[in-house]
T-cell receptor, first 114, second 112 residues
Framework: KAGVTQTPRYLIKTRGQQVTLSCSPI?????VSWYQQTPGQGLQFLFE???????NKGNFPGRFSGRQFSNSRSEMNVSTLELGDSALYLC?????????????FGEGSRLTVL | GESVGLHLPTLSVQEGDNSIINCAYS??????FIWYKQESGKGPQFIID?????DKRQGQRVTVLLNKTVKHLSLQIAATQPGDSAVYFC???????????FGKGTRLSVIA
């Protein structure tokens, strides 16, 4: 059974650009969550999608957005990139929504903003 | 802000010794807890979980202890090996359709 797949694994952008990250969950998982990981702040929750609906949203500005498709694949977008957006973006899938099930994480997409 | 915290940001242990990683949580309503292990360059990996109706759960070389009285969670690793070197996160679930909340992590270094 394939795990959670995130693409791209590494990317470099400049300030003001936008970026789209992709996540394919484990087959059969309908919940996809996104986290931002930085050395200083640890794992910060961005948002969660379940059956194409955003169920939860973390405390991030509107520049951060996401969506989920009918096949449960998810994308997140960050517009008008800032230096502080440099981080590892982790996607996790689970069978259940709302934190009641085990989260399976991908390897992450490491974004560097110059 | 985060409601999950860790007592020790770094922990160094000798190979073969037992490791204990601690975590304090602030929400007494939390009903589900998970420990994750994150190795360098990889995503967090599930180690073990425990629900609030239990106070101890054992896995292979790992044991999680839950003390609801003092809102404390610990992960015990028996016979620590070099491959156990990683950052360990505890996470809690607060009922009510909320996402898991992660602590900042403890780095475990195993000295050969």
């Amino acid at each position: 059974k394939a795990g959670v797949t995130q693409t791209p694994r590494y990317l470099i952008k400049t300030r003001g650009q936008q970026v789209t990250l992709s996540c394919s969950p484990i087959s059969g998982h309908r919940s996809v969550s996104w986290y931002q990981q930085t050395p200083g702040q640890g794992l910060q929750f961005l948002f969660e999608y379940f059956s194409e609906t955003q169920r939860n949203k973390g405390n991030f500005p509107g520049r951060f957005s996401g969506r989920q498709f009918s096949n449960s694949r998810s994308e997140m977008n960050v517009s008008t990139l800032e230096l502080g957006d440099s981080a590892l973006y982790l996607c996790a899938s689970s069978l259940e929504a709302g934190g009641q099930g085990e989260l399976f994480f991908g390897e992450g997409s490491r974004l560097t903003v110059l | 802000g985060e409601s999950v915290g860790l007592h020790l940001p770094t922990l160094s242990v000798q190979e073969g010794d037992n490791s204990i990683i601690n975590c304090a949580y602030s929400n007494s309503a939390s009903d589900y807890f998970i420990w994750y292990k994150q190795e360098s360059g990889k995503g967090p990996q599930f180690i073990i979980d425990i629900r609030s109706n239990m106070d101890k759960r054992q896995g292979q070389r790992v044991t999680v202890l839950l003390n609801k009285t003092v809102k404390h969670l610990s992960l015990q690793i028996a016979a620590t090996q070099p491959g156990d070197s990683a950052v360990y996160f505890c996470a809690e679930n607060i009922p009510g359709n909320t996402p898991l909340v992660f602590g900042k992590g403890t780095r475990l270094s195993v000295i050969a």
